[in-house]
């Protein structure tokens, strides 16, 4: 339990800007690949502030829209744009095409063009208006763990995109945090299959779940595959698109089927 503490603290650090005590850095070295197991659980925690706000806000009457739109808001800050970030270089490397060698140097290139500009204004418009849709048929509390849901499910499917590729550039930071084994990618994958379907149970239920966790399988498999063919493996950048367009996949599949719900 102690080394499942210590991995999930290490991981929180890494990939949000939450305070860890220094303690659990003691003995740490450069391989990020052990944590990567906890990234769902993680996730969980990361998001935490985010969810408080957003079932405060529900609570106090706010709308569904504007409620979303600050927890976003709030989840962006926490991470400091970590993913964004990643999703912007991509963006911009993938969509300059040409070789891989010219797509990797513009990923590298931290000025945001236009594929990386429109690519973030797309992932928190559809995430506000995911999660806003989910918000206004559902309780604020189902609408709070939806949130934290959608978050261990976007983690999870990151280590899996690590573990799935080598690293594009052998002097890359990629190289230098390792890789996850298949035993990792798994654990994380199964774990964060589970969390995920607990805490979305309340907001879409059983189906609802598994429905978002699929979408969030076949995002996952289609990039991996995209980022096989155009650079020939991840990058810090590739992992954290993940996070972004399966968070997207995830809220997507729990508000088309909480949608379905209220139809029918």
């Not at 706000?53 to 600050?70: C, E, I, R, S, Y």
């Not at 963006?91 to 590298?108: C, N, P, S, T």
């Not at 418009?125 to 949130?147: C, K, Q, Y």
């Not at 983690?155 to 690590?162: E, I, K, L, P």
Request: proline residues 4%; charged residues 10%.
């Amino acid at each position: 339990m102690d080394g499942i503490v210590t991995e999930t603290a290490r991981a929180v650090a890494f990939l949000s800007r939450l305070p860890v005590p220094d303690r659990f850095f003691a003995g740490a070295d450069a391989d990020m690949t052990q944590s990567a197991r906890t990234y769902p659980l993680a996730g969980m925690v990361v998001a935490l502030p985010a969810a408080l706000l957003l079932f405060m806000l529900l609570f106090m009457g706010l709308p569904p829209l504007f409620a979303a739109g600050l927890a976003v808001t709030c989840q962006m800050l926490t991470t400091g744009g970590l993913h964004e970030d990643g999703l912007a270089d991509c963006a911009d490397g993938f969509g300059a095409g040409g070789e891989r060698e010219r797509i990797l140097a513009v990923m590298k290139d931290s000025t945001i063009g236009t594929f990386g500009g429109l690519a973030l204004i797309l992932s928190v418009v559809l995430r506000v208006a995911g999660l806003a849709t989910i918000a206004s048929a559902v309780n604020p509390l189902g609408a709070a763990l939806a949130l934290l849901s959608v978050s261990v499910a976007s983690r999870g499917a990151m280590v899996w995109h690590w573990h799935s590729l080598p690293a594009a550039r052998p002097d890359g930071v990629a190289v230098s945090i390792g890789r996850p084994d298949e035993k990792t990618a798994v654990f994380a994958a199964v774990s964060g299959a589970l969390l995920t379907a607990v805490l979305a149970f309340p907001a879409g239920g059983l189906a609802g779940a598994i429905t978002s966790l699929f979408l969030v399988a076949i995002v996952c498999s289609v990039f991996v595959r995209m980022t096989e063919g155009r650079i020939g493996g991840h990058t810090g950048d590739t992992i954290g698109a993940t996070q972004q367009i399966c968070e997207i996949a995830a809220l997507l599949g729990l508000a088309l089927w909480v949608q379905t719900t209220i139809s029918g």
